[in-house]
């Protein structure tokens, strides 16, 4: 017996969540928090579609919240097993869990005062978790190293191979028994999401011969990256037009990756001597406390970057750069007459640090909004950078005067022809390509492609739908 059922991440992109039963147990791959918008928030509080206490083991991809944010619920509804993750996504687990746990504790907070400002019941107000929930699961991850093949208790094996996507990103490969008429082993890969060619810090996604089975993301599956100049360049130019007008360039970023792959840059034009008086702010505690533990693990590092360090220079640190993590600093930044660079999270501006530096920033026409990465649907990022004007931030409209820019290349996602060659590189899938992680019509544009080339066993599966494979 073998199945395979999508309870999150299915026709959407976030939420990560895939269920491999065979005979001998349950395996979740990921077990992510849906985001972008408070309606699409509150589905994080339905119950599991499974029984947590079933599972014998949860084995995740990487350390972004759409794919571990919902951990701490599942030990909370009888999940008693291991979590398995690369060092180093256990290591960014340990920061990013326990801030989500502290962004659900003052949502809650922030909801009660609300309630109770309009004299309303607010009894009923629960956080999703808390800090203390959070750090729970995060105990329960086993570090793992890349390229080493683990046994999963009597369910298989599972061995873990670079993505490229962020510091610790995985392509899980798990080898299960077969399906109902099979006594053969079947390899299932799954892609977690996977990075880009010629990113500054992280070499490009590993490929694994021919699987049976393929989850791939599908986020850019209809999107090509138009690149018409260099992305250090294109960064350079923004930052200089808008310094010119005495403007500061702020910069909504994941604390993971897209943060640091900026840093990179930004550190090659300032000790290239091409960018200079600049102050580079870096707001975001867990930014910083991600960009130290990236700073201690060179063995994931593109070539370039390892040669750089090879040199004695540190990527990710270069004069005028100031990290910021306590609460009076980050408020004193408001003040702050440019030119300037802000560079805080969350990166699609849904919560967190960046939405005062919008409200402070982003009606003064000198300034410049720069988006660096992907903008989920019905998220304050994407409502700015499809040009919504005004736009609300923290209940108050504000007109949008700022410049709004984006570059497209510091995505930690591959585009169209970056997925279709790395599904190229595996030599053919044997059974069957499952396509998750994107929008709807991103999913069932790269099933087209796929099918054009000569791929025919390719299914978007619908949310919570469940296949039985031979
Ligand atoms: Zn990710």
Redesign the pocket.
């Known amino acids: 017996m073998l199945k395979i059922a999508f309870h999150g991440a299915a026709r959407e992109v976030t939420g990560s969540c895939h269920l491999i039963q065979t005979a001998r147990g349950k395996v979740l791959l990921d077990c992510g928090m849906v985001q972008g918008g408070p309606e699409r928030h509150e589905r994080n509080r339905e119950a599991f579609p499974f029984d947590p206490s079933e599972l014998t083991a949860v084995v995740l991809s990487?350390a972004?919240i759409?794919?571990t944010g919902r951990l701490p619920l599942l030990l909370k509804t009888g999940y008693e097993g291991p979590i398995f993750a690369t060092e180093t996504t256990a290591e960014l687990c340990r920061i990013m869990l326990a801030d989500s746990g502290r962004i659900q504790e003052e949502d809650a907070e922030w909801k009660i005062k609300r309630l109770k400002k309009e004299g309303l019941d607010a009894s009923w107000v629960r956080p999703l978790y808390t800090e203390e929930d959070a750090m729970e699961a995060v105990d329960r991850i086993h570090p793992l190293d890349f390229h080493r093949e683990y046994a999963l208790d009597g369910f298989g094996a599972l061995t873990y191979h670079l993505a490229g996507?962020?510091l610790g990103?995985a392509v899980v490969e798990l080898t299960v028994g077969g399906g109902e008429k099979s006594t053969e082993s079947r390899r299932i890969l799954f892609s977690g999401?996977l990075g880009v060619e010629g990113a500054r810090l992280l070499g490009p996604p590993e490929t694994v011969d021919r699987p049976d089975y393929l989850l791939m993301e599908s986020t850019y599956g209809d999107r090509q990256r138009v690149e018409t100049m260099d992305r250090t360049e294109e960064l350079l130019q923004i930052v200089e037009e808008t310094s010119d007008r005495g403007g500061k360039v702020i910069i909504p970023s994941f604390a993971v990756g897209r943060t640091q792959e900026v840093l990179a840059r930004l550190n090659d034009l300032v000790e290239g001597g091409r960018l200079q008086s600049v102050p580079v702010y870096v707001d975001s505690p867990m930014a910083t406390a991600v960009t130290r533990v990236f700073a201690m693990h060179p063995e994931v590092f593109s070539e370039e970057a390892r040669r750089l360090l090879r040199t004695g220079d540190e990527p990710l640190d270069f004069p005028g750069l100031r990290l910021i993590t306590s609460v009076r600093d980050s408020m004193e930044l408001n003040g702050l007459e440019g030119p300037a660079i802000i560079i805080s999270a969350s990166g699609m501006c849904t919560a967190g640090r960046i939405k005062h530096h919008l409200k402070h920033n982003i009606s003064d026409h000198r300034n410049t909004i720069l988006f660096v990465g992907y903008q989920a649907e019905h998220t304050l990022g994407r409502h700015i950078q499809s040009g919504t004007d005004p736009v609300r931030i923290f209940g108050s409209w504000f007109d949008v005067n700022a410049e709004i820019r984006t570059i497209e290349g510091f995505s930690?996602h591959a585009d169209l022809d970056e997925l279709l060659a790395w599904y190229d590189a595996l030599g053919g899938v044997k059974r069957r390509t499952f396509l998750v992680h994107g929008e709807e019509e991103a999913s069932l544009s790269l099933a087209r492609r796929l099918r054009e080339r000569g791929s025919e066993a390719v299914t978007v599966p619908e949310p919570h739908q469940e296949f039985v494979l031979d």
């Open positions: 990487h972004h759409d794919h996507h962020i990103a999401d930690a």
